[in-house]
């Protein structure tokens, strides 16, 4: 039967009005329910931690941080319940006009750079005898590869400053190039690393070789107005000799007197890994229970870097530096001269009056060495690396260097001490790292000079520390050593050295030892899981992470032996 529209007008209801019944709550299943979009982003609904919008006129960093929250907000496309407008969207802006000229305009590419080996061949095997061991520092050497420090992308750019959370990173090259048939183990962030702890004693010495010569205090005093002390060349036989190839180590080894085995200048590089910035690499080699952390032939740890923790680090030729003295990698090479030479110069070579320690230098060949031996003793020192779940002890033998002794003023004593040389470029160049002009602040203040190195050189200044702190020596000595112009990278002169006691040093540097030996402790723990073999620890030269490979047993083994053949044709041509 139709329906009339006057029986559907009469079933209406007789309220004021009609359709729906409407609600205020916007709820789906109980839950607030807003429009939104398909290009919105999920942000915060509610932010009790920020400021209250009223103090919107202050402007400066928070102001900024704010802007940069708000446009995050949830339903910030559609006029959303929870989305709050903004004037500007800065997510959305670049910069696009590079036409401003400047002399400290700075792009990113790809470069390289040399440093200079030792003259000595390190010898292979080390049971026939002492043979011969690699040299450091001096004149002469060869030429290679050093690790391309902060290479990157080419081209101009603008200049940064502290704002720029846009800024793009540099692409740096490996220290070490990873071979197609090395296999990845583990990866390990530093920040895993930062967390890591492990208490250990402070060591017990084993034996000692070679002799200290005694320190020439006058290095301690101001020198005189508009005087300068010159920095000399001064020959003499100083080793680096790698772990595998220490006779020393190796009798320690065959008596069973520990299970771990490296020398200071590794072991310092993997305690400090979380303030690295620049790719390096370990070799570990698991025979056995035995292990040994060695370093290559030509690897950058034995290096000297300058400015590697500078927000502004120095740059390579295809980045936009013109000037080639003060390139990473001839930074690097400066400063490895400038501390071989230092050390040399600051102690009283006497035969009559030196510090012999119980052995001779297990490294010198009277018969063959030509020059002087240095002013160097090493310390075989072991510490206990072991748990409380560990069944057997775990111990570590590390080869620690000391370079002078002194009397104690007071006692009477002797004192060994670690000499090390920071250097000035030009406070003025790019890569300087906002440091102060040494001439006319070392003196007035010093200790701002120390804090802005403290800062652009931490990792450097970490490693040498530990390596202290490791040989138990009781200061560390701190030569301040500048270009007598800044343009010529081969005349310098000393201002001042400072001393510090290397385990209060630490603490200002906010430097703990004990997060060192649990990132020790964490890497030999994984070694130990592996079957034996030959094993890589790299750096990553654009990440903050380590990386393990497992590599063929003969790596590094042929251009060692290359490197060899061509070192003995080129003294026989001679």
Not at 316 to 326: F, L, T, V, Y
Request: hydrophobic fraction near 30%; include cysteine.
């Amino acid at each position: 039967m139709p329906i009339s529209l006057a029986d559907i007008v009469g079933n209406l209801p007789s309220d004021e009005t009609w359709g729906p019944p409407t609600t205020t709550d916007a709820l789906v299943d109980g839950v607030p329910y807003a429009p939104y979009s398909k290009g919105d982003k999920l942000g915060r609904m509610a932010d009790w931690t920020s400021e209250g919008k009223d103090r919107e006129g202050r402007g400066g960093r928070q102001q900024y941080n704010r802007y940069q929250r708000d446009q995050q907000v949830y339903g910030a496309g559609t006029s959303s319940l929870f989305a709050v407008q903004v004037a500007e969207d800065e997510s959305s802006f670049s910069v696009v006009d590079n036409t401003r000229t400047s002399t400290k305009t700075r792009g990113f590419g790809r470069g390289g750079a040399t440093f200079i080996r030792g003259r000595g061949r390190g010898g292979r095997d080390i049971r026939g005898g002492r043979g011969t061991f690699q040299r450091v520092g001096g004149r002469g050497g060869q030429q290679q590869n050093y690790y391309d420090n902060r290479g990157g992308r080419g081209g101009r750019g603008r200049r940064f400053g502290w704002k720029d959370y846009d800024k793009p990173q540099r692409n740096r090259d490996s220290s070490v190039n990873i071979k197609p048939d090395w296999q990845m183990l583990e990866e390990i962030d530093f920040n895993r690393l930062a967390k890591l702890n492990l208490e250990t004693s402070t060591g017990e010495d084993i034996d000692s070789y070679g002799f200290l010569y005694y320190y020439d205090r006058t290095y301690d005093k101001p020198p005189v107005k508009n005087t300068e002390r010159k920095l000399n060349v001064v020959d003499r036989a100083a080793y680096n000799v790698t772990t595998s190839q220490d006779p020393i180590i190796h009798e320690l080894a065959e008596k069973d007197e520990a299970t771990i085995f490296a020398t200071d200048n590794i072991l310092s590089m993997l305690m400090c890994a979380p303030r690295s910035v620049y790719s390096w690499d370990l070799v570990i080699t698991r025979s056995g229970n035995k292990i040994f952390l060695d370093k290559r032939d030509g690897s950058s740890l034995d290096m000297v870097s300058v400015n590697e923790n500078a927000a502004d680090a120095p740059l390579e030729a295809s980045e936009g530096n013109k000037d080639s003295i003060n390139f990473p990698g001839a930074l690097a090479l400066e400063a490895t001269f400038i501390n071989h030479n230092f050390v040399n110069q600051t102690v009283i070579e006497s035969e009559t009056s030196k510090y012999e320690m119980q052995h001779e230098n297990p490294f010198y060949n009277p018969s063959e060495e030509t020059e002087a031996l240095a002013s160097k003793a090493y310390r075989y020192r072991r510490f206990d690396l072991s748990l409380e779940k560990d069944e057997d002890p775990l111990h570590l033998i590390v080869r620690t260097e000391l370079d002078a002794v002194v009397k104690n003023n007071i006692s009477g004593e002797d004192q060994l001490l670690v000499v090390k040389a920071l250097n000035e470029f030009d406070h003025k160049a790019q890569g300087s790292g906002g440091a102060l002009d040494w001439r006319s602040k070392l003196t007035s203040q010093r200790g701002a000079v120390v804090a802005t190195e403290m800062k652009n050189n931490s990792c450097k200044l970490a490693r040498w520390t530990v390596q202290s702190i490791l040989a138990r020596a009781d200061v560390m000595k701190l030569g301040f050593v500048s270009r007598t112009t800044p343009k010529s990278n081969d005349r310098h002169v000393i201002l001042g050295v400072m001393g510090y006691d290397p385990r209060k040093f630490a603490e200002q540097m906010n430097l703990n030892l004990n997060n060192g030996w649990g990132i020790v402790r964490t890497i030999i723990d994984m070694v130990r899981g592996m079957k034996d073999g030959k094993y890589v620890l790299v750096k990553d030269p654009n990440k903050s992470l380590l990386r393990l490979y497992e590599v063929p047993a003969g790596t590094f083994e042929e251009e060692d032996g290359g490197e060899g053949q061509e070192e003995i044709a080129e003294e026989g041509a001679e």
